[in-house]
């Protein structure tokens, strides 16, 4: 058993059978909250439970932040199994809860000292994330120390791309950049923005497509484009829409030789912005992740 455990948050789409296959263990990235009621993500209610009721009414959907406590709680679980902890949070350039996490860790060494948790930014979400945390598990079942591991994830961070298709901009105005009327008339259009994950961790637009098929073949073009090579990892993460994660999947192995081809759900403490129908790619080239 390696001496390293590889955590990440639901952001990263990490399926329990893929957890299971590379032993990372998922924690809740947030709280999913309607009407009232809270459900970790990922723990209280499943991603296809979470955006049938986002579709029910989109303005009593929301999510809220865990507190470094509850981090900290899921620390001392997975301390149970290894002393020796990476955790690959959802980038902090959407989100404040890779400071959180920070701060859990920080406080739980000051309580357990013999406990070791490194903190790692993705700079990304969704699959992208993903694969960061396979590879990390594969690292550390390799027999690569702690140090190693987080110097693995940095080195795979740098060669891994993400790219979205949006399915529609109905719930866009949750953001608060575009106005619900906007969003409406953008949804009425079947206006559907393709955006990429930067180095710094934000999303940009590269694109607008009218039609799913021909968000298919510019999200094909852009990873020929981005990758530079034609031998890739992917992770495909959908919003409540696997039909279109497998076409488009069938579609990555028709233009690609596909190294892995994972299909996860997106998580809808992301997706309660983007609503259903939008799709994710991660995607790197083979990256020797040995530590010697």
Known sequence: MSDVLVMTDTVSGIS????????????????????????????????????????KDPDKFSASTLTPSDFAGYFREASEEAKNIVHISFTSAMSGTCKLVALAAELLHQESPEIDVRVVDSKTAAGAQGLLAIAAAKAARMGANLDQVVSVIDKVRQKTGGLMMLGTLRYVYRTGRMSKTAARIASFLNIKPINRM???????????????????NKLVKLVKEEAKSDCLHFMVSHAAAPVMAENFSKLLEQNFDCLSLAISEYS????????????????????????R
């Open 16 to 55: 329990p059978e893929l957890a299971k296959e590379y032993n990372i263990k998922v924690v809740p990235a947030a709280n999913i909250v309607f009407d009232g009621h809270f459900y970790p993500d990922g723990r209280g209610i499943s991603a296809t439970e979470a955006y049938k009721l986002l579709q």
């Open 268 to 291: 809808p403490i992301m997706g309660y912005a983007v609503g259903p129908g939008c799709l994710f790619v991660g995607f790197h080239p083979e990256i020797d992740l040995s530590h």
């Open 198 to 216: 930067t180095d710094e961790g934000k999303l940009e637009l590269v694109d607008r497509v009218r039609k799913t098929e021909e968000g298919y």
